[in-house]
């Protein structure tokens, strides 16, 4: 399966490629947290990405287009893989395409996770991430058993610092005009999945798994 989960910040991507990369057994691609990576170690590209992501900017599509088709010649993208966070831009959209079209593949669908926006900035102000593994809680929906700790690996959980308050309303923003437009870029090449985001994650999933079985099978791979 080659698949994309598109939707604003906070609607719950990275909470269902967790699940949908045990389901498939493909790898989850999610360029917020290979960008995040590299600006900890500090790379070249982690440099460069810093001061969007502070600001609640998209990276330039270069970077992250270079980022991401060096990602996907990876050998455990062979049998497929699941992106999250990326495409953001029409421009990445057609880079991922050409991407795909060189090496003779092609996406086969694309899960638009919606969510209303009053839940969105709830659900990022409370969102809590271990440190460690990488594992998402939120405050009040689903709180580790001991506060502040990974109920999995007992590691520290922390604010990513673009959840405040003030870089979310950036991010929404950025979202709605330079990702929402892909909503009609896929639904006119007839990959496009909509999946109501709201309820508790397994519902989501749920949701999601009913929407792949209707992939046609000329799109499956
Ligand atoms: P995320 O973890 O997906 O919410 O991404 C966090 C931040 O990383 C975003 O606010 C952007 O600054 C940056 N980022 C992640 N994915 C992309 C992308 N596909 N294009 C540009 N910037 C990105």
Same mark, same amino acid.
């Given at each position: 399966? @080659?698949? =994309?989960?598109?939707? #604003? ?43 969007? /992501? ?7 599509? %270069?970077? =992250?287009?270079? /980022? ?37 593949? @092609?996406?086969?669908? =694309? ?10 900035? %709830? ?15 939120? %405050?009040?929906?689903?709180? #580790? ?20 308050? &003030? ?8 979202? %709605? ?16 999945? &909509?999946?109501?985001?709201?309820? /508790?994650?397994? &519902? ?18």
């Amino acid at each position: 399966m @080659r698949l =994309v989960l598109l939707g #604003p910040p906070g609607a719950g991507k990275g909470t269902q490629a967790q699940l949908l990369k045990q389901t498939f057994a493909i790898p989850h691609i999610s360029t917020g947290d290979l960008l995040r990576q590299a600006v900890k170690e500090e790379t070249n590209l982690g440099k460069q990405a810093r001061a969007y /992501m502070d600001k609640g900017e998209l990276v330039p599509d %270069e970077l =992250v287009t270079a /980022m991401v088709a060096e990602r996907l010649q990876h050998p455990d993208c062979a049998s497929g893989f699941l992106l999250d966070g990326f495409p953001r831009s029409i421009a990445q959209a057609d880079a991922l395409a050409d991407e795909l079209t060189r090496s003779g593949k @092609r996406l086969d669908g =694309v899960m638009s996770i919606m969510v209303p926006r009053a839940d969105l900035i %709830e659900r990022l102000s409370g969102r809590r991430v271990c440190r460690e593994c990488g594992t998402m809680y939120h %405050e009040r929906f689903d709180p #580790p058993k001991r506060a502040g700790v990974c109920d999995k690996c007992q590691g520290v959980l922390y604010q990513r610092s673009d959840d405040n308050a &003030e870089t979310v309303s950036a991010r929404l923003v950025v979202y %709605e005009r330079s990702t929402a437009p892909l909503l009609s870029y896929y639904g006119d090449r007839e990959l496009l999945y &909509e999946i109501d985001g709201r309820g /508790m994650p397994e &519902e989501v999933g749920q949701r999601i798994t009913a929407a792949l079985n209707t992939v046609p099978a000329t799109h499956r791979s």
